[in-house]
Nanobody, 124 residues
Framework: VQLQASGGGLVQAGDSLRLSCAAS????????IGWFRQAPGKEREFVAG????????VYADSVKGRFTVSRTYANNTVYLQMNSLKPEDTALYYC??????????????????WGQGTQVTVSS
């Protein structure tokens, strides 16, 4: 599986961004997708995830109510809509496919396919 994350940028606090994760290779639709982020000097942390059906979504407490994860099957893409951005959301954002297929885990070692990351910078 190859993953391509995009959509990052430099925004001000309170603004919105939509990240995209385009997948190719293996049968995309049978896999959950997780979003993680890593800020300088910090460990990679779980942000959100969605199962292959789209019926189950999982969010970190820090983004619940502000971020929304969704997916489309037509172009094998998962989106992360980020609203009300805060400076503490600044990080390199990654999408990933989990080892267990259709399971949204919260730990990075539960994922074995990773995209290259897209930078999100939120200024105060």
């Amino acid at each position: 599986v190859q993953l391509q994350a995009s959509g990052g940028g430099l925004v001000q606090a309170g603004d919105s961004l939509r990240l995209s994760c385009a997948a190719s290779g293996r049968t995309f639709s049978r896999y959950a997708i997780g979003w993680f982020r890593q800020a300088p000097g910090k460990e990679r942390e779980f942000v959100a995830g969605i199962t292959w059906s789209g019926r189950t979504t999982v969010y970190a407490d820090s983004v619940k109510g502000r971020f929304t994860v969704s997916r489309t099957y037509a172009n094998n893409t998962v989106y992360l809509q980020m609203n009300s951005l805060k400076p503490e959301d600044t990080a390199l954002y990654y999408c990933a496919v989990p080892l267990r297929g259709d399971y949204v885990g919260r730990k990075s070692d539960e994922y074995n396919y990773w995209g290259q990351g897209t930078q999100v910078t939120v200024s105060s």
